[in-house]
């Protein structure tokens, strides 16, 4: 699916999943847009002689219900007209940046060119230190947003959030936009580079404009002057700084004398001594043309060519975003569009089940993978045995399995030795992720009649909240005999 696709699934999502009570969305809502979807996706399916696929069956499904909630509340109509990516931003910034770079160069004298004059060579000196913080970043490793701040991504990515809204929509957009700028940060970053560098390349572009249009209407003198260098020094830089654009557009070289003759104070005393005139203007197009053909070489063509791979990476990830259609909110989807029904793999550890938890695990697997979920329960994994063995050769990896659960029982004290290493084992062995189930009944129970029993299930709950962070993983706290009392979110696994 393509990036506009994938944000309004991305916001149906959050609305759904925020919406708990169902008072934005009824359930008469929620069934009348997914059997809407299931037919418009199989005609559209028909008509294009292909499968159905849950590409096109949520799109049609976050149609209907965007279309349906802008129509009972208008202050919503802003935010979803808002379309993906800053215009904007794109648009405005490189024209002003042309602009600006058509005024850079006024700064100096405006009826001569300066050899060293300090905003060319800021432009030249500038990008050239650019491109060398953009090599070495290649050998850096990034972070979710690289170099741009998540502020930033945020806000290009989500936009700002619409006001005059119900709490439960408000608390489902910024959910929204906190995921949603997590999910399309790359694709954001890549915009806004190329945004820079097209800025870059058009300041540059500016002031070469400028220049050359100024020489039509005013007659250079060139010349330059200097406090510390010689011209023999100046001679050796403007060598180093021309000979690229020199060599490849074949234009004419200058020596050390001619440098030494275009001094503005060896002139200007020649003139007082022996009665010669100031610098002449001829040599004024030579270097018009050599700072010209050096910008253009330096800086207009290579941040095009920067803009250019980051635009075309950036409509690669657009064109098929990255949404990742196997969490537990879309199995229960394609459920409801007529797919395979989802399987739970459950690995209970140092924990047996009884009937009656058995039934609530189904309870459980309803809410994470739609009501026709499966359970396949594996044989409880012994307290202390190693991973490998305890596990039995059952093969982590089966396309089969929707979502693989660990089980653990809240009673139980984690220990990085014996749980820890367990966990550590199945994240490392299924690339698809792991989710962790710790069922709270059982200590409920032993706790209920005791005072301070409730402050001491929490205490236990967020001791092992910190122990599946230490491990990088979420404890999603269940109840096995009344599953309603720990509901949870569709996209927590």
């Not at 969305?25 to 028909?46: F, K, N, P, T």
Request: aromatic share 8%.
């Amino acid at each position: 699916m393509n990036e506009q696709v994938a944000r309004d699934v991305v916001l149906v999502r959050a609305i759904e999943t925020m919406d708990r009570k169902h008072e934005i969305l009824s359930d008469d809502d929620r069934m009348y847009a997914s059997r809407s979807a299931r037919e418009l996706a199989e005609w559209q399916a028909s008509d294009s002689k292909s499968a159905v696929t849950i590409d096109h069956f949520l799109q049609q499904r976050s149609e209907q219900i965007l279309k349906r909630l802008s129509e009972r509340m208008p202050a919503l109509r802003a935010f979803l007209r808002r379309g993906v990516g800053s215009t904007s931003l794109s648009a405005g910034l490189p024209l002003l940046a042309l602009l600006f770079g058509a005024g850079v160069d006024r700064i100096s004298d405006p009826h001569r060119v300066d050899l060293l004059s300090a905003p060319l060579l800021a432009i030249i000196g500038w990008n050239l230190l650019v491109y060398l913080v953009l090599l070495a970043w290649l050998f850096v490793p990034a972070s979710n947003t690289g170099w741009a701040s998540a502020g930033i991504v945020r806000h290009l990515a989500a936009g700002a959030l619409p006001r005059k809204l119900p709490s439960t929509l408000t608390a489902a957009l910024v959910e929204f936009m906190a995921e949603w700028s997590r999910l399309c940060g790359k694709l954001t970053q890549l915009r806004l580079s190329r945004t820079l560098h097209l800025a870059a390349a058009l300041f540059a572009v500016g002031a070469v404009l400028s220049l050359v249009a100024r020489g039509f209407l005013t007659q250079y003198v060139a010349g330059w002057e200097s406090t510390f260098l010689d011209a023999a020094q100046v001679h050796t830089a403007l060598s180093v700084l021309f000979a690229p654009a020199a060599w490849l557009f074949q234009l004419p070289g200058f020596s050390a004398a001619d440098i030494e003759a275009l001094r503005f104070t060896q002139a200007a005393s020649q003139a007082l001594t022996q009665a010669v005139s100031p610098p002449s203007a001829a040599g004024g197009k030579r270097w018009v043309l050599l700072y010209t053909a050096t910008m253009l070489l330096l800086v207009v063509l290579p941040r095009l060519v920067l803009a250019a791979v980051a635009h075309w990476r950036a409509r690669r990830i657009a064109a098929n975003f990255p949404l990742d259609l196997e969490q537990p909110y879309f199995r229960q989807l394609r459920g409801k569009m007529g797919g395979p029904a989802g399987v739970l793999r459950v690995l209970p550890y140092s924990f047996t089940l009884d009937e009656a938890r058995d039934r609530g695990l189904a309870s459980v697997a309803a809410m994470l993978l739609g009501e026709q979920a499966q359970v396949m329960l594996r044989p409880s994994s012994g307290y202390g045995d190693e991973p490998v063995d305890a596990l039995g050769g059952a093969a982590l990896i089966d396309p089969a399995i929707s979502l693989t659960a660990v089980l653990f029982n809240l009673a139980a004290t984690p220990e990085n030795e014996n749980h820890g290493a367990f966990l550590e084992h199945l994240l490392r062995a299924s690339p698809r992720g792991v989710a962790v189930l710790i069922d709270e009944s059982s200590l409920l129970e032993r706790l209920a009649a005791q005072a301070g029993g409730r402050s001491r299930v929490d205490e236990r709950i967020a001791l092992w909240q910190q122990f599946c962070a230490h491990h990088r993983a979420t404890a999603m706290i269940v109840n096995l005999l009344e599953p309603q009392a720990r509901p949870l979110d569709q996209g927590a696994a």
